[in-house]
């Protein structure tokens, strides 16, 4: 059985950083490209930053430049860094693996959580950014 299981989300303060971390078990990373998406209340999926396999990455414009994405290949776990955290970046935060990473960049409604060509999704975590 795949497993997915997001860590390091709760309250944050607004300027401190953000660190996500994503533990999968029953699957590798390193076959696959690896996604973290979030949903703030109200608002659409949007696809945060993603590493392929072969460790290409991709950032959102709205965290572009401070934010790192990487991935241990032993530990099996992908890991998202956000700097500086700023009120907008409150959200429930999925992890999602052996995805179709160039036909979901730029892609609309990306439903979080429950894209059916997503091969397997975290079950999320929430973060609340504070001021």
């Known amino acids: 059985e795949v497993e997915l299981v997001e860590s390091g989300g709760g309250a944050v303060q607004s300027g401190d950083p953000l660190i996500l971390s994503c533990s999968v078990s029953g699957f590798l990373i390193d076959h696959a490209d690896t996604a973290w998406f979030r949903q703030a209340p109200g608002a659409e999926c949007e696809l945060v930053s993603a590493?392929?396999?072969?460790?290409?990455?991709y950032y959102a414009d709205s965290v572009k430049g401070r934010s790192a994405i990487s991935q241990d290949k032993d530990a099996n776990t992908v890991t998202l860094l956000i700097h500086r955290v700023k009120p907008e970046d409150t959200a429930v935060y999925y992890c999602a693996t052996a995805l179709p990473l160039d036909e979901i960049i730029g892609a609309k409604a990306l439903a979080c959580g429950r894209r059916s060509d997503v091969g397997y999704w975290g079950a999320g975590t929430s973060v609340t950014v504070t001021s």
């Open positions: 590493i392929a396999s072969e460790g290409n990455t």
